[in-house]
């Protein structure tokens, strides 16, 4: 199995049927108080700006892969993923339309995804209440490793449907402990796979036009109907 990404596996969480959730436990306070101070900094999210580094490891690479870019967020349904390296690469949500733009291949690509834009934004783990991130996952404080940055707290989510759970092992959320706010994203594959989201320059409620939400595309640019994620073909 290919390494899943953040879009890829938002839509196998949202196509996947419902299963039977873990029976549910008592709620460690810590966990609860945590929770509280992270809903009231999330709810007050309507759009955010960040640089990104993602690496991503598979059993079948070599080395790990490493894209830098940034990531744009309107609520309640545009996002833009914009990577400058290893090639230039645009992906964006807006509304129920997606659209990804390799320049320097001068392909393009655009789907309706009009029932899978709130299950993407649930994933992306930006701007969401624990209420709505527990409607695909069941969340629980995590140990911090040396994976994490320094200091921060690990929410730990792991997917609530038995077809997700085939695929995706954990999700682990690092949140700095002074804002609030999301600064790594990272998750596991049963192949042995990970994939490593961390944010850096998080600016809360910029001034966003709406014009960063749109791909024009030059008339020589090859435009197909199709969803491949960050290069990898759906």
């Not at 059993?59 to 309107?74: D, F, M, N, T």
């Not at 390296?85 to 645009?90: Q, T």
């Not at 934004?121 to 404080?141: C, I, M, N």
Request: net charge positive.
């Amino acid at each position: 199995m290919k390494p899943l990404i953040a879009l890829s596996l938002a839509l196998a969480v949202s196509l996947a049927p419902a299963g039977a959730a873990p029976a549910k436990k008592a709620e460690d306070p810590q966990l609860t108080a945590l929770l509280q101070k992270f809903d009231q900094v999330q709810a007050g999210i309507h759009g955010l700006s960040a640089e990104l580094t993602r690496t991503t490891a598979s059993p079948l690479l070599k080395e790990p892969k490493v894209a830098k870019g940034r990531l744009y967020l309107s609520k309640p349904s545009s996002v833009l993923w914009e990577f400058d390296s290893p090639e230039p690469m645009r992906f964006l949500i807006a509304g129920d339309s997606y659209t990804g733009y390799y320049p320097e291949r001068k392909r393009a690509e655009r789907k309706k995804i009009q029932r899978y834009s709130e299950q993407i934004f649930r994933f992306l783990g930006v701007g969401q209440t624990s209420a709505e991130l527990r409607k695909t996952y069941d969340v629980s404080l995590g140990q911090a490793t040396a994976q994490e940055p320094k200091g921060t707290i690990v929410l730990v989510l792991e997917p609530r449907r038995r077809r997700v759970r085939k695929h995706v092992e954990d999700v682990r959320l690092a949140v700095d402990p002074a804002t609030y706010l999301p600064v790594q994203l990272a998750y596991r594959t049963a192949g042995g796979g990970s994939e490593e989201v961390s944010f850096r320059n998080v600016r809360v409620n910029p001034d966003l036009s709406a014009s960063v939400f749109r791909l024009d595309l030059p008339p020589d640019v090859v435009v197909t109907d199709g969803f491949s994620v960050f290069g990898e073909t759906r």
